[in-house]
């Protein structure tokens, strides 16, 4: 008998499922086919990645604020530097003639 391929996405189902505690993993797991131990360990993969997104996601956020401040030092460097070119300009002198 060939072995069941579960996608990503139903993995999740039958893990959330089971996370709901609403029924034991026995029947979820018999409900599916499934041995109990590889709705554990899927269970078990979800729980130990999960850090991940929570970092992933800071890591995104920290990269958006850095922009962010990178691009405020930009303007203001660029304002300093147009404020000092008009400064001078003001002060060249006209040649004479």
């Avoid at 089971?18 to 409900?31: F, G, N, V």
């Avoid at 890591?59 to 930009?74: F, G, R, S």
Wanted: proline content about 4%.
């Amino acid at each position: 008998m060939p072995k069941n391929q579960y996608s990503p996405e139903e993995k999740l189902k039958i893990v959330l499922e089971t996370l709901k505690e609403e029924r034991l993993i026995t029947d979820i797991a018999l409900e599916y086919g499934l041995h109990p131990g590889v709705i554990h360990r899927w269970k078990k993969e979800l729980l130990e990645s999960a850090g991940r997104v929570f970092a992933a996601s800071k890591n995104a956020k920290d990269a958006a604020k850095e922009k962010q401040q990178q691009q405020a030092e930009i303007e203001n460097l660029y304002s300093q530097d147009t404020h000092a070119a008009c400064g001078t300009i003001g002060r060249m002198k006209t040649p004479s003639r």
